[in-house]
């Protein structure tokens, strides 16, 4: 059964950190990149943060320098570390796997909110 699973989310208040971890299925053959997205309520889902097999990372320009991305191959499992977390940085945070072949996996999402 293949599963994609987040962890991690809760509240924080601003400038505090949380790390999300997301795990993978041992199903889930020939995986090339994970990632990170996340929609706000009223707002269309976006790109987060994404790691290649190889290491190779990009991120969006909105969190550049406040959020690092890794990944643990041999666990198929990757993380999303946040710092400095802004009140904009509120949503629900979705991991997602994409395959050597193309095919995406996507987790059930976990909540992330910053409130003072």
């Known amino acids: 059964q293949v599963q994609v699973v987040e962890s991690g989310g809760g509240l924080v208040q601003p400038g505090g950190s949380l790390r999300l971890s997301c795990a993978a299925s041992?199903?889930?053959?020939?995986?090339?990149?994970m990632g990170w997205h996340r929609q706000a309520p009223g707002k269309q889902r976006e790109l987060v943060a994404t790691?290649?097999?190889?290491?190779?990372?990009n991120y969006a320009d909105s969190v550049k320098g406040r959020f690092t991305i890794s990944r643990d191959n041999a666990k198929n499992t990757v993380y999303l570390e946040m710092n400095s977390l802004k009140l904009e940085d509120t949503a629900v945070y979705y991991c997602?796997?994409?395959?050597?072949?193309?095919?995406?996996?996507w987790g059930r999402g976990t909540q992330v909110t910053v409130s003072s």
């Open positions: 997602k796997v994409i395959t050597a072949r193309g095919s995406d996996y």
């Open positions: 041992s199903s889930i053959f020939g995986i090339y990149a």
């Open positions: 790691i290649t097999s190889s290491g190779r990372t």
